[in-house]
């Protein structure tokens, strides 16, 4: 059976009330984290304009994904917090500009 489809109005309160649980210092970290996704979401678009597929947006999203795995399966004393850091943050932006570019 296909999930029934959330209205936006329904979703915009969802992530009110999400955003609503968050302490002080948590919004700090979400809005530190939204800036850096943005940031990275410029940067692609200008250095490489809209998807030209919606396979290559997968096959993007999937490689960002491979570059965090390589990170994250290393032994815990070798991996490098910011690195993962900076992957995940490229896989949120490729995942943004996945949905923008299906508007």
């Known amino acids: 059976m296909k999930p029934k489809k959330r209205s936006r109005r329904s979703q915009s309160r969802q992530v009110r ?3 609503s649980v968050a302490s002080g210092d948590e919004d700090d970290k979400i809005a530190e984290v939204m800036t850096a996704v943005e940031n990275e979401l410029r940067s692609a ?3 490489h304009g809209p998807m030209k597929s919606m396979h290559e947006g997968y096959a993007v999203i999937l490689e960002e994904m491979d570059e965090l795995w390589e990170h994250v ?3 815990e004393k070798l991996r490098k917090k910011k690195d993962m850091r900076e992957e995940a943050i ?3 932006a490729m995942a943004v500009r996945f949905v ?4």
Do not use: G, S
């Open 45 to 47: 678009v200008t250095k």
């Open 73 to 75: 399966r290393l032994k």
């Open 17 to 19: 009330n999400c955003a």
């Open 90 to 92: 490229q896989i949120a």
């Open 100 to 103: 923008i570019d299906l508007l």
